[in-house]
């Protein structure tokens, strides 16, 4: 037993251990009461907050167009169901897989264990996204009462980028209650995090709202 700890908490083992900890000791204080199921609950905003410096200039489609990471993220689950369960379906089989491939070859360097570690995440992200479908789901059906609220003409706020090529998401205070739904734009017009925006209409096809930058609209 001492052996198998001392194993599982080596350089090697370090990362994924410490992270099973922090998921082990959020659900333990969970149970018993310390904590709130809200708490570290947030809603995950993936837009990817990165600033870029006003001195160097980006044209065309280099202009710090970044939303290939929102859909990556979301192709992944992250954001669509309570953060914490999803990275609960991460952890888990990150350790057991990281700990048995380290143990298989025998590696309990730190370095050495990175390079394992990497690819196992990789691979975690997939089986999290397999493993969390059914929460998807069930969250999609919780929140779809909700979402059949007419908002035509409710004035909301970006939280995912969006264009008329590429979904993005927006919430909106529906008396008391903010409710994110799916947006786009029309052609040539854009719109990024923490812009107004107006919803114009329900594109049913698409299960997302037209919505116009709110700017525009004054």
Avoid: C
């Avoid at 333990?28 to 708490?39: N, Y």
């Amino acid at each position: 037993m001492s052996e198998f700890l001392h194993f599982i908490f080596s350089g090697a083992n370090a990362i994924a251990t410490a992270l099973l900890l922090f998921v082990l000791l959020y659900w333990l204080s969970v149970i018993l009461g310390f904590l709130g199921t809200d708490f570290l609950d947030f809603d995950i905003e993936i837009d990817a907050d990165i600033d870029v410096d006003a001195e160097v200039e980006l044209s065309g489609e280099a202009s710090a167009d970044i939303s290939w990471i929102n859909h990556i993220l979301i192709f992944f689950n992250l954001g669509k169901i309570p953060f914490m369960i999803w990275m609960s379906f991460l952890v888990l089989p990150l350790w057991f897989i990281t700990v048995n491939v380290n143990g298989f070859f025998g590696i309990t360097n730190f370095f050495l264990g990175l390079i394992v570690f990497l690819p196992v995440l990789i691979g975690s992200l997939f089986v999290a996204k397999f493993l969390t479908w059914p929460f998807v789901k069930f969250f999609n059906k919780i929140d779809q009462d909700s979402k059949e609220k007419d908002i035509t003409g409710k004035i909301g706020i970006v939280t995912l980028p969006a264009n008329h090529q590429s979904k993005g998401q927006a919430e909106v205070n529906y008396d008391g209650t903010f409710l994110r739904f799916n947006i786009k734009t029309r052609e040539g017009v854009s719109v990024q995090k923490g812009e107004q925006i107006l919803f114009i209409e329900k594109l049913n096809d698409e299960e997302a709202y037209l919505i116009e930058p709110y700017q525009t609209i004054l």
